[in-house]
């Protein structure tokens, strides 16, 4: 009796573990999945707009509050944009911006400016 309890119990117990192991993997067919935005939305045309000497509140204008400031660097900035299409590879978009004294003097990232003359071509 109690082997036959023992093993039922240790039965239960593995079927446990399995199933909580297979949680992730979970995809059934047909079932909707949401798309997941988080973060700052960056656009080239906000990144055109920036320019060496902003202020931090033209800054603020142009691309809106930065998703991470770190309060032991005030003057850097990071703007961040994750998206995940339902059920798809995330995809990632950064762009960290620098000031010295209140003056835009740089910004790194996934972006670069377009130049002025292809601006002028677009147009």
Not at 36 to 52: A, F, K, S, W, Y
Not at 61 to 84: A, C, E, I, K, S
Not at 93 to 100: D, T
């Amino acid at each position: 009796m109690k082997q036959a309890f023992r093993n039922s119990a240790l039965l239960v117990l593995m079927s446990l573990l399995l199933a909580c192991g297979n949680i992730g993997n979970m995809d059934f067919p047909g079932v909707y999945k949401i798309a997941i935005p988080q973060g700052n939305i960056i656009t080239q045309e906000m990144v055109d707009q920036l320019r060496p000497g902003m202020t931090k509140r033209q800054v603020i204008f142009v691309m809106g509050t930065p998703l991470v400031r770190d309060p032991f660097h005030q003057d850097r900035w990071d703007y961040v944009y994750n998206f995940q299409p339902g059920g798809g590879v995330r995809g990632q978009e950064r762009l960290s911006v620098f000031f010295v004294e209140d003056a835009l003097i740089n910004f790194t990232g996934d972006f670069t400016p377009t130049s002025e003359v292809d601006q002028a071509n677009t147009i």
